[in-house]
């Protein structure tokens, strides 16, 4: 059976410790030359930077993130192992591990880090897409004459220079599909290299729970809890029409992933879903005006991304979080397309209004989807507002100022409580 050193790289059929350096850490499987589908995850990123720049912190269990009233951005290992966990609050996980070191994310010095390892992926492979600052998907299918070497080598070669170079480790899932590959790579972390081939697929999912696959957030595990689906073997159960008839959209996709098919392929420049923004408050607060002055500036913030991306969106949504964790999201579909600061907030806070008196939040958040080309926003304006043109010449004169002047030249008043 095919085997690779990952220390090494050296290549060998036989034995357990690698015959050119004596070393364990190898990676074993019959398709291993053949796949070229790969996801590679950097390890605790977040964490792992900061640790490479305080060495005083390698031992100590460190999080990224907010103050006590936020949540965990990236936690080590260290602190993983006592239980704590990225989106957890941040109570809790000083709760689990009250001795851990709490640092605010450093987002330019992460994206700095990350922009290197996009570099050394560029060397092996033009097939690219970047999930986050810390993950990506990569094809290396065809590379093999190129570089000399099959896609496993050269995967194993970029972790290797990972550490080498950075002082980071990341996971490699190799696979035949996006799929499998990012299921692999969470196999076995930290600094792993986990394979799924082609052959073994339907055995390998068969009897593994089906949050596994990657998008299933809570809601649909509950939906498939009540339809009696938990592992992959309980979805190989159902007929794809009724599978469609109960979960739309969803259902035909679940009817090929347990089949370990997956069709999409490694886009370089996967388009942009959503735009959102949201904020934790440092108390939990049920007061009009401050909530109405954070759904402005969220509002303002996700217009502000859309107009730099050339963007709008055919749908606002809203997202409250209780006292009490139970999150309430509400989205509205609009007529057209738009990407004015002044309209999301309008349908924002109308949504806020339906939602009624059921605070004190913790969280506030807006958001736009169903993204499309700016040049096709804001076309048809509103009859039953004969003001908006107005407004809407006001903003764009707002943005004008605040691009020659700066963010803070020119605030609304409702921003300010």
Same mark, same amino acid.
């Given at each position: ?62 999080? @990224? =993130? ?11 290992? +260290?602190?993983? $192992?006592? #239980? %704590?966990?990225? !989106? ?107 394979? @799924? =081939? ?11 729970? +089906?949050?596994? $696959?990657? #998008? %299933?957030?809570? !809601? ?198």
């Amino acid at each position: 059976m095919p085997a690779l050193c990952r220390d090494c790289l050296t290549s060998f059929d036989e034995g357990t410790r690698c015959p050119a350096c004596g070393r364990p850490r190898i990676v074993r499987h019959d398709e291993l030359w053949e796949l070229s589908i790969a996801h590679m995850d950097c390890d605790a990123f977040y964490a792992s930077v900061e640790k490479r720049e305080n060495p005083e912190l390698a031992d100590k269990p460190v999080i @990224i =993130g907010g103050g006590r009233r936020g949540v965990v951005s990236t936690a080590c290992y +260290v602190a993983r $192992i006592r #239980g %704590v966990r990225s !989106a957890m609050p941040m109570f809790k996980a000083l709760d689990l591990c009250p001795d851990a070191v709490i640092l605010k994310p450093r987002g330019a010095l992460y994206a700095e880090v990350s922009k290197t390892i996009r570099g050394f992926m560029e060397e092996l492979t033009p097939s690219i897409e970047p999930l986050s600052l810390d993950e990506a998907f990569l094809d290396l299918t065809g590379t093999a004459r190129l570089h000399g070497h099959p896609p496993a080598v050269m995967l194993a070669k970029l972790v290797k220079r990972m550490r080498d170079e950075l002082g980071l480790t990341g996971s490699i899932g190799l696979s035949h599909n996006k799929f499998l590959a990012k299921i692999a790579s969470d196999l076995d972390k930290p600094h792993g290299f986990s394979v @799924i =081939g082609k052959a073994e697929t339907q055995a390998f999912l068969r009897p593994r729970p +089906v949050r596994m $696959i990657w #998008g %299933v957030g809570q !809601a649909t595990q509950e939906q498939l809890d009540r339809a009696g689906i938990r592992t992959f073997e309980d979805l190989l159960r159902w007929e794809r029409r009724d599978l469609i008839h109960r979960f739309g959209g969803m259902g035909d996709r679940l009817w090929h992933l347990a089949r370990g098919e997956d069709m999409r392929r490694v886009t370089r420049n996967a388009p942009v879903k959503s735009i959102s923004n949201e904020t934790t408050f440092n108390e939990d607060t049920g007061d009009e005006g401050i909530l109405d002055g954070n759904l402005w500036r969220m509002c303002e913030k996700v217009a502000d991304r859309a107009k730099a991306k050339g963007l709008a969106g055919r749908v606002v949504t809203l997202k409250l979080k209780r006292a009490d964790f139970k999150l309430l999201s509400k989205r509205h579909t609009l007529g057209d397309a738009t990407q004015m600061a002044d309209r999301i907030y309008r349908e924002a806070r109308q949504m806020f209004d339906q939602v009624g008196p059921r605070g004190p939040y913790r969280l506030i958040g807006a958001g736009l989807s169903e993204l499309v080309p700016a040049d096709q926003a804001d076309r048809l304006g509103d009859l039953l507002d004969p003001q908006a043109a107005r407004r809407a010449r006001a903003e764009r004169a707002t943005d004008a100022i605040r691009q020659r002047f700066g963010a803070d030249a020119i605030t609304k008043g409702r921003g300010l409580r």
